[in-house]
């Protein structure tokens, strides 16, 4: 790991141009490797990787050289790069005939294609040749897991302007780059500030306004469409590493975070976080969370993860590198975080997405705030289903019992039923609805429920289909209506339904089946 002055970014616009002509880009990377190799780096193994670039090529040359951070032949690196270019502006050196990076450049694929580069530290590329451990005050790092999981879960419709608090190596930065006309970008640490500036100038994007300074500080009283942050969340005792450690007590770094981002927000505007929570003894988590949300602002809160305070110190000193120092150093960390948690009550740590949205409802005493645990696989990229489950909340927010029977609904795209009982059984023991798509939710239904998300295609009323079932099984129409209100809610609520408009007059409705 070194932390080295940084590059000018003067010829970014040359050095992408060599980068690309080499395919050095994720998909380049993958071809070359190899699925083997290539999956070995996320683990931080460079063996396989080492190996499959023996040749001489300009991509052999630069994986080894800003992927591996191994020294090459002069002659090499001049044969991939504006070499004189490079040195005169610092990405990399030369000494003795060899050529070496001083940052870390890694390609990372857009989500529309796009052929990016983040720029970090030398070994600290989360996750990639260098790994985590041990790092000095100050470095960046790069692109890791929590990184991509803000990326895939932000909303990306098109907006004015959009702010990435606590921006490091620039990642979501570029995101935002792509479908805001504006951006700011923040960091306590000048140095991910420059890190940033040369993320976005090689990646081809259009600069963003770079502000040094804590949390909300250096936007004053601006406000935007869209705030994104994956902040230092981790729980410690003291902020010996600011990459990842708030420096306030406890979880109150997150919570001021999302305490404040409310003011900062434009009408209808997003605010998006990672964040670490405690579960402290005594307290229901998803009250802690609720009492997190500002006024004006409806709330989706998804826990995605809990650990025991005894797998999230020992995670957090992993990756530190404490555990490869002295045995009694180490035992003395381990007894402060646990020393920490017990002060404060804490029994586990709970992790996952935090999404405020601004709205005039919420602003009017009427806030929709959803807390809750799900730590299944989602399909990535998530904003359009975050979108969507606010425009949900929207729905819901308005619609009475007598509402809900009036409206018209279509089953979802990809869900489907499963049946489940045993071989042979006439009828199952329940009936479970599955999405394969956005959050991929499963919920059960009875024979009501299967049957009238099955017969939804926006063409009659709630009311009607519930009539023409109740008919069929011959149940009591009037007692059927009064009780499915809220399975019908329920269905809206986790995405099996959608609301739609109710169809012209003289539409001729397909009959209705249980």
Excluded at 113 to 128: Q, R
Excluded at 323 to 346: I, M
Excluded at 369 to 392: N, T
Aim: charged share 20%.
């Amino acid at each position: 790991m070194s932390k080295t002055s940084l590059p000018a970014p003067d010829h970014t616009a040359g050095l992408r141009e060599a980068l690309l002509a080499a395919a050095f880009t994720a998909d380049g990377l993958l071809d070359r490797l190899g699925a083997a190799a290539y999956a070995a780096l996320a683990r931080s193994e460079t063996v396989p990787a080492l190996r499959a670039t023996r040749g001489v090529s300009p991509l052999d040359t630069l994986v080894r050289l800003f992927l591996l951070q191994r020294p090459v032949p002069r002659e090499q690196a001049r044969a991939a790069l504006p070499l004189e270019e490079c040195v005169q502006d610092g990405w990399v050196s030369v000494e003795d005939g060899l050529v070496r990076a001083t940052v870390d450049v890694r390609p990372y694929g857009g989500p529309d294609g796009e052929d990016w580069f983040i720029v970090s530290d030398l070994g600290c590329a989360v996750g990639g040749a260098g790994g985590i451990g041990s790092h000095e005050e100050g470095v960046v790092l790069g692109v890791g897991g929590a990184s991509t999981t803000l990326a895939g879960v932000t909303v990306r419709t098109p907006v004015a302007s959009a702010l990435d608090l606590g921006t490091g190596s620039g990642i979501q930065a570029l995101h935002a780059a792509q479908h805001a006309t504006r951006v700011t970008a923040t960091d306590l640490n000048p140095r991910a500030l420059e890190c940033t500036r040369l993320t976005l100038a090689l990646s081809g994007a259009a600069p963003a306004d770079l502000r040094e300074g804590s949390l909300f500080e250096p936007v004053g009283t601006e406000t935007f469409d869209l705030i994104v942050s994956n902040p230092p969340f981790v729980i410690s005792p003291g902020a010996r590493l600011t990459y990842r450690d708030g420096g306030m007590g406890g979880d109150d770094l997150c919570r001021t975070l999302v305490q404040q981002a409310g003011g900062h927000l434009n009408e209808g505007g997003y605010a998006q976080f990672l964040a670490n929570w405690q579960h402290v003894e005594g307290e229901e988590w998803q009250d802690r969370l609720r009492s997190w949300v500002p006024a004006g602002c409806d709330a989706w809160i998804v826990q995605r993860e809990v650990q025991d305070v005894t797998q999230y110190a020992e995670l957090w000193l992993r990756d530190s590198g404490d555990h490869r120092g002295d045995p009694e150093a180490y035992a003395e960390r381990y007894e402060a975080w646990l020393d920490e948690f017990e002060a404060r009550g804490t029994t586990s740590v709970g992790f996952g997405w935090i999404t405020l949205r601004r709205s005039a409802a919420a602003a009017a005493g009427r806030p929709s705030i959803v807390v809750e645990e799900w730590p299944h696989a989602v399909q990535q990229p998530l904003g359009r289903a975050v979108e969507d489950h606010f425009a949900r909340q929207d729905y819901l927010r308005d619609q009475d019992d007598a509402a809900l029977l009036a409206g018209h609904f279509t089953l979802a795209a990809e869900v489907v039923q499963e049946q489940v009982g045993l071989p042979g059984a006439e009828d199952p023991e329940h009936v479970v609805l599955r999405q394969h798509r956005g959050m991929m939710r499963a919920t059960k239904v009875d024979a009501v429920g299967a049957g009238f998300a099955g017969v939804c295609d926006g063409s009659l009323p709630a009311g009607r289909i519930l009539d023409a079932i109740a008919q069929l099984m011959s149940e009591d129409p009037v007692l059927l209506r009064d009780r499915t209100p809220q399975a019908i809610r329920l269905l809206v609520e986790e995405g099996f339904l959608e609301p739609v408009q109710a169809p012209r007059p003289g539409a001729v409705p397909p009959a209705p089946s249980a």
